[in-house]
């Protein structure tokens, strides 16, 4: 089992930066593939980016030139570097972490960006 719990959101405005941490803890191997996902109000979750162990990175095309995704597996943890954020990146982040062929979710994050 895998326990996920995010911190880092809250209120910024237009133009501003957050990091988003995942830390994740419980009885597992091996954490393969963690990534961050969003949900804003009335739509469907989105993925945002995901990074394997070995460090390679998956970024929707929309926000690969503002967000960054990172990981430090010694910690099993996973960041969101945010930045020139906008009030459409207005969500719930979400993170998510495979291990074992299980997929795992966080409670999420409220990020909010409003003037």
């Known amino acids: 089992q895998v326990q996920l719990v995010e911190s880092g959101g809250g209120l910024v405005q237009p133009g501003g930066s957050l990091r988003l941490s995942c830390a994740a803890s419980?009885?597992?191997?091996?954490?393969?593939?963690m990534g961050w996902y969003r949900q804003a109000p009335g739509k469907e979750r989105e993925l945002v980016a995901t990074?394997?162990?070995?460090?390679?990175?998956n970024y929707a095309d929309s926000l690969k030139d503002r967000f960054t995704i990172s990981r430090d597996n010694t910690k099993n943890t996973v960041y969101l570097q945010m930045n020139s954020l906008k009030p459409e990146d207005t969500a719930v982040y979400y993170c998510?972490?495979?291990?074992?062929?299980?997929?795992?979710w966080g409670q999420g994050t409220q990020v909010t960006v409003t003037v």
């Open positions: 419980g009885s597992f191997f091996r954490i393969n593939v």
């Open positions: 990074i394997t162990r070995g460090g390679s990175t």
């Open positions: 998510n972490a495979e291990s074992r062929q299980r997929y795992y």
